[in-house]
């Protein structure tokens, strides 16, 4: 049979619908905060519940005025349709595989483990910044959230306040020192 008919590739099915930025490494738990879980179910909530619903009602009312071939509403209704069930997959596999864990509920208080708010400094410049380290899909660096398989969280992970760590940036190597390590 022609590989045009069937789903076949290198990759699998997931990693055609996960940007390369929220993808785990092979063999790892989808760790997350109770907050993002909560994010990524109330999301599938909406789509399930109210955003889904509306556009196969605009679909069928679009497939209902007849040639289909020509039909912008129904075409782009068609599309979107598969993009908000390509979601709702994710999501699905995603809640599944998640792995919640509380930051609250940490042992070892004084070391960087998921979960931690971490304020560093450059050790070149003194500048201090703080970032939460979170699963990959509630990952934000513009709110102060990174990824736990980060280069800077990777390097992070089981320091204590006043250690140095060296990581590869992308601007190349830093090394920063932990000012405080807190869990909120």
Do not use: C
């Not at 990759?11 to 990524?40: C, F, I, K, Q, W």
Request: charged share 35%; aromatic share 8%.
């Amino acid at each position: 049979m022609n590989k045009a008919f069937v789903k076949e590739g290198e990759g699998s099915e997931e990693d055609d619908e996960v940007p390369a930025g929220v993808r785990l490494p092979p063999g790892t738990r989808n760790y997350m905060t109770r907050h993002g879980y909560e994010a990524l179910r109330s999301e599938l909530d909406h789509l399930v519940r109210t955003e889904r619903p509306k556009m196969v009602e605009t679909v069928a009312w679009a497939a209902s005025n007849g040639d289909r071939s020509e039909n912008g509403d129904y075409i782009y209704g068609k599309k979107r349709l598969r993009e908000i069930d390509r979601r709702i997959r994710f999501l699905i596999k995603r809640i599944e595989s998640a792995e919640v864990v509380d930051p609250a509920d940490q042992r070892g208080m004084d070391q960087v483990f998921f979960g931690a708010t971490v304020t560093i400094a450059d050790v070149d410049d003194g500048d201090e910044q703080t970032w939460q380290i979170v699963g990959v899909d509630e990952a934000d660096a513009s709110a102060g959230r990174i990824s736990w398989i980060s280069p800077l969280a990777r390097a992070l992970l089981k320091a204590r306040e006043g250690d140095a760590v060296r990581f590869a940036s992308p601007a190349g190597p830093r090394e920063v020192e932990v000012v405080e390590v807190r869990y909120i």
